[in-house]
């Protein structure tokens, strides 16, 4: 495989992590005194999780590259991205309590919406990565296995 094959995945990698990081320097101080503290925090924290995830996912693309796909580093990978995609459904599930008082005082139950999708959007991926990791570390085993057979 090519090197430069993943060259697209690692732009677009990229580029989802500048929207992000756009937010976390302008937005978020900008609205301290509309969020709470632990709303603020909880925020900040889920963007330290999505950063983790797409470094992990950059990490494998490198693996992908230098053919390393089929290791354990990149059962690793998959599993740090599982553990910051349930890490992010859970924060957001222990702030919707903090986020219902927020949106009901506005009257926009949009902004509760948004945080029950942030929730089970994470949740798919933690299972999607979870499900990878498996059929990786099964497809490692069956490789090993085939490379003891003489």
């Known amino acids: 495989m090519k090197k430069y094959s993943t060259l697209f995945l690692k732009a677009a990698v990229v580029l989802m992590s500048l929207p992000v990081l756009a937010l976390c320097i302008f937005w978020l101080p900008s ?30 693309l490198g693996y992908i590259d230098r053919n390393m796909a089929f290791s354990d580093l990149s059962v690793t990978a998959l599993r740090n991205i599982k553990h910051s995609a349930a890490a992010i459904s859970v924060t957001y599930t222990l702030m919707l309590p903090l986020i219902y008082p927020i949106a009901d005082a506005d ?17 798919a991926v933690a299972v999607f990565s979870a499900v990878l990791q ?3 570390r099964d497809a490692i ?4 296995e085939n490379d003891l057979t003489v």
């Open 31 to 60: 609205s301290a005194d509309y969020f709470h503290i632990p709303v603020l925090t909880g925020l900040y924290l889920t963007a330290v999780f999505y950063f983790i995830a797409l470094y992990q996912t950059l990490r494998l």
């Open 107 to 123: 009257d926009a139950p949009g902004v509760l919406a948004i945080a029950i999708i942030f929730v089970f959007a994470s949740a």
């Open 134 to 136: 498996r059929l990786l």
């Open 141 to 144: 085993d069956i490789k090993s």
